[in-house]
């Protein structure tokens, strides 16, 4: 087979994850080969200064471009449906390298108020500090997304589902919303993945991964992605190019191996979760489990409406507060106590005092990020030990 052109076809999802953006060297290598070198030789001192000029298209140095993690970028890129996709060191890189790229001083950001809180701390903490300010709206408030931006208003930025209370936003509204003000909306789509969203088809402009989760798959390196039209992210390259928030050769053939899998494990995923929710949902120690597969939940039909399945997080809201939910991570013996997600292993983390702890106490009530709120991110264990694992704290409540 030739090196794949995913322009030749009208290919599906499954095999532009196992196809896309290979591209063969002279040995014919039929896995993606990894290029870990720091630079390229040239072959003539003309050749150079073509390559740096931009005149002959070409590798020069691999905080610029290099050929495997050209190939990570081409296949998520055609996996999200966007022109180009630029890779970077971390999920907050491809944040960082998206605001710096796009914005200047006396700009404006309209965040969702539930966004991941490392993100509100580069916000609150680096961007304002850069002159950008920014504005929080409740990501189901349509008019307020409308009413707090400004004629510097430049990003609408949210997650969709939230992180850690899964509630959903309608995408198509909110790009509606942005571009009616003459700004670029922003989705991270870190937990549903290509696989069950593709925001950019229901008109957002830009879209962002943690590439250390789910497209990777199995919690094994950190990286980052951000995917949009050409022009944008001529600006992200830019930015990385000269600043360094690299992505490693490694670390992106790790991704390639992972997008193999995708669809296959966010289905597999998704299944397990579905069934976990509707079985704590019967639970008496929990007060309520936010995942969007129940048909209790508020956004279960917008769910069905821009998703294809409903993804591996929920988070629940134990009885007793702190002290419940301590007890019932400090209980499990199977699942992983981590704040980090998308790993095949389940993975339960206490938000407020991990993954949000940072921001203030006002910040996680607007949220609604509670004491007594765990986020569970399941596994491709068996359904059954996993109740198992819950069932000996809950008990204890």
Known sequence: ????????????????????GQTRSQEGEHSEAIYPTSSFVFGSAAEAAARFSGEEPGNVYSRFTNPTVRMFEQRIAA?????????????????????MALLEAGDHIVASRNIFGSTVNLFEKYMKKF?????????QDYAGWADVATERTKLYFLETPSNPSCELADIARVAEIAHGKGAKLIVDNCFCTPALQRPLSMGADIV???????????????????????QDMEQVVGFVRTC??????????VFLKGLET??????????????????????????????????????????????????????????????????????TEMMSITANLGDVKTTITHPA?????RISQQERDEAGITDGMLRIAVGLETLEDLKTDLARGLAKI
């Open 1 to 20: 087979m030739n090196d794949f052109d995913i322009n030749a076809h009208e290919w599906g999802l499954e095999t532009l994850g196992v196809r896309a």
């Open 79 to 99: 996996l999200e449906g966007g022109e180009k996709a630029v890779g970077t060191a971390s999920g907050m890189a491809a944040i960082l390298s998206t605001c």
């Open 131 to 139: 002159g950008v300010s920014i504005s929080y709206v409740d990501l």
């Open 208 to 230: 962002i991964h943690s590439a250390t989760k789910y497209l990777d798959g199995q919690g094994r390196c950190i990286g980052g992605v951000v995917v949009g039209n050409a």
């Open 244 to 253: 360094g928030p690299s992505l490693s050769p490694f670390n992106a053939w």
């Open 262 to 331: 995708l669809n296959l494990r966010m289905k597999a995923h998704s299944e397990n979760a579905l069934a976990l929710a509707q079985w704590l949902e019967q639970q008496p120690q929990v007060a309520k489990v936010n995942y969007s597969g129940l048909a209790s939940h508020p956004d279960h039909e917008l769910a069905k409406k821009q998703q294809s399945a409903f993804g591996a997080v929920l988070s629940i809201e134990v009885r007793g507060g702190k002290e419940g939910a301590w007890t019932v991570i400090d209980s």
């Open 353 to 357: 005092s991990t993954t949000h702890g």
